[in-house]
């Protein structure tokens, strides 16, 4: 079965804090793809990044990073220094490869308090 | 640049009236189009998707069709809305070449059956 899993249904942090939202995936494949996307409470889903089966490195864009293990199936997303802005519900998606469709985690929902 | 728009952004139906909600996708050609929706529990499921145009692929039996009258126009229809169709669409749109890119997302269009 192919599937992801965001054990965390919603944080809560004060400004400047750190977080980590964690995502856990399942799949037999060998060649996937890992995404996070941002949802905002005006709907739109942003994209905010790709990761390829095949390329383990972490990546920092900002304040944000995303740490991929293959070894326990996890690719999680660290903000670093939250803002109020970055309130808004986060989805895992998994996107194995030759199928073209993507398979969402339930979400987490961050509250940046001020 | 590709630009995905669909409309309207906002719906009101009575029960039992007829749907359409449209996607257009610019600046890309024979796209892999989506049809999502996330209903108030927060989890986005794939409603159809499609690889060209008059071919769609439902992925739950359910009370809407598609259509893909042209390359990057993708249709959402219902001929009788129920209240459980209530929920915010999202269409998505990516290369159509099945090599795990990205899926960029609408705006998104809120129904709400009443």
Do not use: M
Not at chain 1, 13 to 35: A, G
Not at chain 1, 57 to 67: A, L
Not at chain 1, 75 to 82: E, K, L, M, P, R
Not at chain 2, 35 to 54: C, D, E, K, P, T
């Amino acid at each position: 079965a192919q599937k992801v899993t965001q054990a965390q249904t919603e944080i809560s942090v004060v400004e400047k804090e750190d977080v980590t939202l964690d995502c856990v995936y399942e799949t037999r494949d060998t060649t996937y793809y890992l995404f996070w996307y941002k949802q905002p409470p005006s709907g739109e889903l942003v994209f905010l990044i790709r990761r390829n089966s095949f390329d383990e490195q972490n990546e920092i864009s900002g304040r944000y990073s995303w740490n991929f293990q293959k070894s326990t199936s996890s690719f999680n997303f660290t903000i670093t220094a939250s803002q109020v802005v970055d309130s808004a519900v986060y989805f895992c998606a998994l996107l194995p490869s030759n199928t073209g469709k993507l398979i969402f985690g339930q979400g987490t929902t961050l509250q940046v308090k001020p | 640049s590709q630009t995905i728009h669909q409309w309207p952004a906002t719906l009101v139906q009575p029960v039992g009236s007829p749907l359409s909600l449209e996607c257009t996708v610019e600046g890309t050609s024979n796209p892999n189009l989506y049809w999502y929706r996330q209903a108030a529990g927060r989890g986005l499921q794939l409603l159809f998707y499609s690889v060209g145009i008059g071919q769609i692929s439902s992925e739950v039996p359910q009370n809407l069709s598609a259509s893909r009258p042209q390359d990057r126009q993708f249709i959402l229809s219902s001929k009788k809305l129920l209240l459980s169709d209530s929920g915010f669409y999202l269409c998505a749109w990516t290369k159509g070449d099945l090599s795990g890119n990205t899926i960029y997302f609408g705006e998104g269009s809120w129904l709400t059956v009443v």
